[in-house]
């Protein structure tokens, strides 16, 4: 099976940064791309930014100059840094990923989410 676990969420204040992590582990044989979504209450799970194997990334409009997404391929870690946080970033931060298993097969595993709260 897969494992996608995240880390680094908690309580920021406005304008200040936090840096999200996500391992993965088990069956994999290659990682086609790693990314974050978020959801808010009463809101829809939403693209934060993404990263394909060729180092592509991706970010949504309302993160584009703030956040930004690496990548650490010996690790199968994927982490998002991000600056001049403002209340708006408060959700739920979902890793997701895009991998071949070692059968051969590609799917979408999801973590279980990390809270990223910003208040003052």
């Known amino acids: 099976q897969v494992q996608l676990v995240e880390s680094g969420g908690g309580l920021v204040q406005p304008g200040g940064s936090l840096r999200l992590s996500c391992a993965a582990s088990g069956s994999i044989f290659s990682i086609n791309a790693m990314g974050w979504y978020r959801q808010a209450p009463g809101k829809r799970r939403e693209l934060v930014a993404s990263?394909?194997?060729?180092?592509?990334?991706n970010y949504g409009d309302s993160v584009k100059g703030r956040f930004t997404i690496t990548r650490d391929n010996a690790k199968n870690t994927v982490y998002l840094q991000m600056n001049s946080l403002t209340p708006e970033d408060t959700a739920v931060y979902y890793c997701?990923?895009?991998?071949?298993?070692?059968?051969?097969?590609?799917?979408?595993?999801w973590g279980q989410g990390t809270q990223v709260t910003v208040s003052s």
């Open positions: 990263i394909t194997s060729d180092g592509s990334t």
């Open positions: 997701n990923a895009m991998i071949t298993t070692t059968t051969r097969r590609i799917w979408s595993y």
